[in-house]
């Protein structure tokens, strides 16, 4: 209960190795775009990734080839279903958000702040983390793509219809 058999312990030592550095080959095989900043599509492919590595190490029924092959088939779903979303546009709006500007010209957007789940305090923290302080002097604050706030100052607005309604 407390201690697992040498075969076991023997097998975790050697199939973690190989199976972290099978994950690590096929991520830089993969590209950039698996270790992005996520949003929800990428999210589930990392959580998909870190399970299947827990199970090859923990699991006496998963041979590391099959857990190889896991990692590689994963990563290569995520490669074609970004690459058809870059080219067919419902695809890309069923699996990605689209950015919400939360306040625009010192105003906020109640609407979009109910529906994202954002608080005016939230938006405050962010305007303050970047470097601003005065709402009324910020052109836009923006939930953009994968969480993240991005907060556009009213001198480096230029074209605003660049900002997302």
């Known amino acids: 209960m407390f201690t697992g058999s040498l075969f076991g312990l023997v097998r975790i030592l050697i199939v973690g190795p ?5 994950l690590i080959a096929v991520l830089r095989v993969s590209g950039k775009r698996t270790l992005a900043k996520m949003n929800a599509f990428d999210f589930v492919v990392t959580v ?3 399970s299947t590595l827990a199970t090859v ?3 006496k029924d998963v041979p590391l080839d ?16 970004a690459w058809i979303a870059q080219r067919v546009s419902p695809v890309e709006a069923a699996i990605k958000s689209s950015p919400r500007t939360l306040l625009c010209d010192g105003q ?7 529906d994202e789940r954002v608080t005016r305090d939230e938006v405050a923290a962010a305007v303050r983390k970047s ?3 005065d709402l009324g002097r910020i052109a836009a604050v ?7 706030i991005s907060v556009i100052a009213t001198s480096a607005a230029g074209d605003r219809s660049a ?3």
Do not use: H, N
């Not at 906020?108 to 109910?114: Q, S, T, W």
């Open 108 to 114: 906020f957007d109640e609407a979009a702040l109910l």
């Open 48 to 50: 998909a990734l870190g």
């Open 142 to 148: 923006v939930l953009e793509t994968d969480g993240s």
């Open 131 to 133: 470097g601003g302080g």
């Open 18 to 22: 190989l199976a972290y550095l099978s």
């Open 163 to 165: 900002f997302p309604r």
């Open 66 to 81: 099959e857990g190889v092959l896991a990692f590689v088939i994963l990563a290569a779903l995520q490669f074609v279903i």
């Open 57 to 59: 190490l923990l699991s």
